[in-house]
């Protein structure tokens, strides 16, 4: 491998670890989960479509949250691709950001683009999903409210998509399921507080498994309103979580 190949690698291994991609498989069962919630009969294809969305307004979170700590972690955690060197963090910033803004684009323009109207509520609620995503990040040290704001992003995910992929106004399955989504959340974004400061979390594989979890939240929640074939696929987040962990880091 030459050098520029090797650079390239590098580069792309960095952007990985920035958006925590290993965690996406529970970005897209929380996805499954809004649109299988929120109707009987909902839109596949914008299910699809915003799960794409979703994946975006995610990673950019995830940049944004190295962004916003990187003085934190020039102290504690100096291997982060800001304090290593390996991107700075204007770079960083500006790349979190325009996923943000492209995830929320997106919901804008899918329902149009598949010739449907569009639901002004699945685009408020990305737009309060992205907002929500900037305030955790910018407030999430020291805020003993940061695990609320934390599950409020993933509870937004199941209501834009809720939103979106029902086309009318979603079931109350759908608010019931984000409160317990909400729950346990709030529960794990806890776990990830002791952790950093130094606590051992005394379950296999750590925090990274309770994060895994989220996709059987999800099916559990989709087995409840009789969803079993949606129920299996968002099941199968857990073990692609896993897997993908061992690759890259998802905290």
Known sequence: MDATAADRVSALRTLLR????????????????????????????????GAA??????TGGMFLNDAFDS????????KRPIPSGAISARTVYGLGF?????????????APSLGQRMDPQAVLSALALAGLVVLY?????QNPLSPLLMAGCRALVYVTLGFLASQAEPRILLWLGAMLLVSYVVGLT?????????FEVRIP????????GISLVDA????????WDWALSAALGFPATLALQRWVRGT
């Not at 594989?205 to 895994?212: E, K, L, S």
């Open 18 to 49: 920035l958006g925590r991609v290993s965690n996406l498989p529970t970005v897209w069962s929380n996805c499954l989960a809004g649109a299988g919630l929120a109707s009987v009969a909902p839109d596949f294809r914008l299910a699809l479509i």
């Open 53 to 58: 969305c979703m994946s975006l307004v995610y």
């Open 71 to 78: 003085d934190h972690d020039r102290e504690r955690a100096p």
């Open 98 to 110: 325009l996923q943000l803004g492209v995830g929320v684009l997106g919901v804008l323009l899918s």
């Open 137 to 141: 990040n910018a407030w999430h040290k």
């Open 190 to 198: 806890w776990l990830a507080k002791l952790e950093s400061r130094g």
């Open 205 to 212: 594989g750590g925090f990274a498994t309770f994060i895994a």
């Open 220 to 227: 559990a929640l989709l087995l409840s309103a009789g969803r």
